[in-house]
């Protein structure tokens, strides 16, 4: 069986054609599968027949939430989910999303890969490696099921939960044109962001594809010999490439680039480091984005102390880089950025 939710409308078309069915119950497939229906007698408008060969083709692959921990401190939720195999059953893989409430609205942080092999020494997502890349429905579906779960309005998505979304492209953009389609989801492209480690052929075919969305580059260092100690792409990528494409990426699309910054104390923290950061900057179309590290068992690497934050931001304020520190939400549940972990056989 397949998973109705790697099914975009042209799909279902198609799908409809063969099966002897009228093109435009694919609109309606589509439309309630949007609204995270959960089984096929639930769609009102198609006939038993077509829900029977539905049925018999598909499951509605929506993972299942099997642990909801919301924090006392701001309401953030984290859910552990169950993915469903291509039996219909309940599998041995989990991964987590989290629900976040912003002022400007709520934020659904999605995970696109279950682990990572990005190697990052501050992240708990790539402590066991990469197993394998999410499917383009068990992305959205992460959405459908979290929507089921709170009932509230998602006005934003981001792609910064476990795994790398650049390491799984085809599916990422199958997922975006799934949740942007009209005739569905209906996310706007510019509430949807995508976070990357800054894997560089990517960044140039994402400007194209999807020129309304937003990117978000983990930068956390102002140099290559820095950021060589904590991420291990900068092996492969150098940071002024990274820099000219990411600079590419705004004059093509007119959108600025977010850049995250993880402050680590003694490693990345110092004022000089902040004055390297805001020249390699310097007229770029971006905002950088201050995150105090969070707590990942098993590194010897802290969170650098407030005074060294607030200096560290002084610098890129007096040199005119756009900076906010991040609120850091949900890190008594282990929901906050880095802290997301892929399981097995919970
Ligand atoms: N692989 C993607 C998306 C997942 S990580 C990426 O690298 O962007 C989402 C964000 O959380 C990234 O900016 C990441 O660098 C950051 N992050 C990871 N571990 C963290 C930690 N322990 N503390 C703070 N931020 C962390």
Same mark, same amino acid.
Not at 134 to 145: A, C, K
Not at 208 to 232: C, G, V, W, Y
């Given at each position: ?159 910064? !939960? #476990? ?7 085809? &599916? *990422? @953009? $199958?997922?975006?044109?799934? /949740? ?85 104390? !003694? #490693? ?7 004055? &390297? *950061? @805001? $020249?390699?900057?310097?007229? /770029? ?62």
């Amino acid at each position: 069986m397949e998973n109705i939710l790697n099914y975009n409308i042209q799909d279902l078309e198609k799908y409809m054609t063969k099966v002897g069915e009228k093109k435009f119950r694919a609109s309606q497939v589509f439309k309630w599968i949007s609204n995270g229906i959960d089984s096929w007698d639930k769609m009102t408008n198609i006939s038993k027949e077509l829900s029977k060969k539905l049925e018999s083709d598909f499951y509605i692959g929506l993972p299942a939430p099997i642990l909801i921990q919301k924090s006392a401190i701001d309401g953030t939720i984290k859910v552990l989910f169950q993915l469903l195999n291509n039996e219909n059953r309940l599998s041995e893989e989990n991964i987590e999303s989290v629900y976040m409430k912003y002022s400007y609205g709520n934020t659904i942080c999605i995970s696109s890969e279950l682990g990572c092999k990005m190697g990052c020494k501050f992240c708990a997502s790539t402590k066991n490696g990469l197993i394998r890349g999410l499917s383009s429905g068990e992305m959205y579906g992460q959405v459908l099921s979290i929507n089921n779960l709170t009932g509230e309005k998602i006005n934003h998505i981001v792609v910064m !939960g #476990i795994g790398e979304p650049f390491d799984n492209y085809e &599916e *990422l @953009s $199958k997922f975006i044109r799934l /949740i942007n389609n009209p005739k569905g989801y209906n996310l706007g492209m510019r509430n949807i962001t995508i976070s990357s480690c800054g894997i560089i052929p990517y960044i140039d075919r994402f400007a194209h594809d999807f020129p309304q969305a937003n990117l978000a580059i983990s930068l956390h260092a102002p140099n290559d010999e820095i950021r060589k100690t904590i991420m291990p792409i900068a092996n492969k990528y150098m940071i002024t490439d990274l820099i000219d494409e990411c600079k590419k990426y705004t004059l093509k699309t007119h959108r600025r680039v977010t850049f995250e910054y993880a402050l680590i104390r !003694g #490693i990345n923290d110092s004022i000089e480091d902040a004055r &390297e *950061l @805001s $020249k390699l900057l310097s007229g /770029i179309l971006c905002h950088v984005n201050l995150i105090p590290l969070n707590d990942v068992d098993n590194t010897n690497l802290n969170a650098s102390k407030e005074v060294s934050i607030y200096n560290f931001k002084k610098v890129l304020d007096n040199n005119s880089i756009p900076v906010t520190i991040r609120r850091k939400l949900g890190s008594d549940i282990d929901a906050a950025c880095g802290q997301l972990r892929a399981r097995k056989g919970v």
